[in-house]
């Protein structure tokens, strides 16, 4: 999702083997304003399938519409991916719930996992009894690195590769307003593929590739191409063709492929019906531009006994009639438009796929608030001492307070390196030592009376060693009974057993009194998330599956 503040323009593209489509937009604070929608044909001699060429053909088209626009939006198609619908996956925090997606969904692919980007939305509610489902896709990584060579020819930065049926998903639910009907099926008609997916309760929960050859039609159809901002001219004309169009096709081929639509329809319903038995689908929306839509969603009026509409987007985006009319092949691309304005958890992006955060970076989260507790304590120490020197030693008294600083910085700094070290060694285990550190530093004084030499800790006795050194015996003193003192939450047992060891008092220095404070951690903290880490490790995989 994009800065509130920042108005960004995108291009979302969308391509088969014939056509390219291409949706320019502006989006901020949550809105996306269309500036552009427009196609072309691919020449013959031109395939996507050769990066290279296929980059400079966008470069060409881009240059001669006058698009400056660098930033672009991607939706891969469903015959390039992998999708599973995840159903009865358990409430999950968000950092866990990429640890537990993957271990369903590896067992679905025919590749292995490293060799892929895998990607979820966030889980949705299914059903009555707690349990979630997602959707969740994979890319091998060669298919994903020849759309970056594609957009890398075209002199294109790729912001997001997201799932084209999901896209489409958005799209629908714009134009229908994300809940008319209980159940839709869309229908996005292509030159050689036409994706098939039912869309319930606004959530994709079926979703298909079926390969059927679409031959082009006599006369070229009207083609989507007008810009939104600022209103074309009459005599602006609504179509772009590049040479070399295909021949035209006959009329018994056309309706050879629309029987073989029709067809790919129904076995998709009745896969779905086998996922959920007993659903009805109230309303078919189908898109694409190859001209065949309108005959295709007559045969399925008659055919399911249903209601049926081209997609037509112009309601939502303020256009009229004819403009949504030609934009009945734009769903993908406006879908990827409809992404940029909600949050990035809800949609796939195979360039940024969540994943799992670990234990150690959660912990290590800790570690910039002690550092700027300490920080602000040596400044408020700064300006007091600063205030209280007479004028006469003022310049001198500042030097020295730099050197102190300095010093102090410096055995901060060791500190927090050592306490990293001591996090990465200790992540697997119950006791978490960075909440006792931050515990124990917090119950001492500040380093005008005393100041931390070294730390050590044992893992086996559950003990801490502080070294320190301090302006007077009684500054030790006070420090044990603190420590002696100190509670964790609601406790009344004391939390650690300290143990002042021999101190010795040097002749001069600020701090003279050396002396050595063995610690003990005796009680126990409430551990919630280790709590659950090991329950979810006593029930195994195959109980989290």
Same mark, same amino acid.
């Given at each position: ?48 399938? @050769? ?21 672009? +939006?991607?939706?891969?198609?469903? @015959? ?120 319930? /309760?606004? &959530? ?19 083609? /989507?191409?007008? &810009? ?9 004309? +609504? ?5 070399? *169009? ?8 056309? *309706? ?25 689908? *109230?309303?078919?929306?189908?898109? /694409? ?34 403009? /949504? ?21 809800? !949609? ?58 300095? &010093? ?50 044992? &893992? ?22 603190? +420590? ?19 101190? *010795? ?5 600020? !701090? ?34």
């Amino acid at each position: 999702m994009l800065p509130a503040l920042v108005e960004k323009q995108l291009l979302a593209l969308d391509w088969d083997d014939h056509d390219v489509r291409v949706v320019h937009a502006a989006v901020r604070k949550g809105r996306s304003r269309i500036l552009r929608v427009q196609s072309f044909a691919i020449p013959p001699d031109i395939s996507p399938a @050769d990066p290279a060429a296929f980059g400079r053909l966008l470069r060409e088209f881009l240059d001669r519409e006058h698009i400056r626009t660098r930033d672009a +939006l991607i939706g891969l198609p469903r @015959d390039r991916v992998t999708v599973k619908r995840l159903r009865g996956l358990p409430p999950a925090a968000p950092e866990d719930l990429p640890g537990v997606i993957a271990l369903q969904f590896e067992r679905e692919l025919a590749f292995p996992a490293s060799q892929a980007a895998v990607d979820y939305a966030a889980p949705v509610p299914d059903g009555d009894r707690g349990a979630h489902s997602a959707v969740v896709a994979a890319v091998r990584l060669d298919v994903l690195d020849a759309y970056r060579a594609i957009l890398k020819a075209a002199g294109l930065k790729l912001l997001r590769a997201g799932l084209r049926p999901h896209a489409n998903r958005l799209a629908v639910n714009a134009v229908l307003d994300a809940g008319r009907h209980e159940r839709v099926l869309f229908v996005d008609v292509g030159s050689t593929f036409t994706e098939i997916d039912v869309i319930s /309760g606004g &959530q994709l929960t079926f979703t298909r590739a079926a390969s059927v050859v679409v031959p082009r039609e006599p006369e070229p159809h009207a083609r /989507g191409a007008f &810009q939104a901002e600022p209103p074309p001219t009459p005599d602006e004309g +609504l179509s772009l063709r590049l040479s070399g *169009s295909p021949p035209p096709a006959r009329g018994d081929e056309r *309706s050879a492929a629309l029987n073989a639509l029709v067809m790919e329809v129904v076995r998709s319903v009745e896969a779905y019906r086998s996922e959920e038995p007993g659903v009805t689908i *109230s309303h078919v929306v189908i898109g /694409g531009d190859t001209g065949l839509e309108e005959r295709l969603a007559e045969a399925l009026r008659d055919r399911f006994d249903m209601t049926a509409e081209l997609f037509n987007p112009a309601v939502h985006f303020g256009w009229d009639g004819s403009r /949504g009319r030609d934009a009945c092949g734009f769903a993908a691309a406006l879908g990827l438009i409809e992404a940029q304005t909600s949050r990035p958890e809800d !949609h796939i992006d195979f360039l940024h796929p969540k994943k799992v955060v670990t234990k150690t970076e959660q912990r290590l989260r800790k570690l910039p608030i002690v550092a700027a507790v300490a920080a602000l304590f040596l400044a408020a120490a700064g300006v007091l001492y600063h205030q209280t020197v007479t004028p006469q030693k003022r310049q001198l008294a500042e030097l020295k307070r730099q050197i102190e600083e300095a &010093q102090s910085n410096k055995r901060e700094m060791e500190s927090l390196s050592k306490l990293v070290g001591i996090v990465r060694d200790l992540e697997a285990d119950q006791v978490v030592w960075i909440d006792e550190m931050h515990d124990i530093l917090a119950c001492l004084p500040g380093t005008e009376q005393l100041v931390l030499e070294d730390i050590s800790m044992q &893992q086996k006795d559950r003990s801490i060693t502080l070294r320190v050194k301090a302006t007077t015996p009684q500054v030790l003193t006070e420090l044990v009974n603190r +420590l002696h003192d100190f509670r964790v939450g609601g406790e009344t047992s004391r939390h650690y057993d300290v143990k002042q060891g021999a101190t *010795s008092t040097a002749a001069y220095g600020t !701090h003279p009194v050396s002396g050595k404070l063995d610690i003990t951690v005796v009680g126990a903290r409430e551990r919630p998330d280790l709590a659950r880490a090991d329950e979810s490790a006593e029930r195994g995989p195959s109980d989290r599956g």
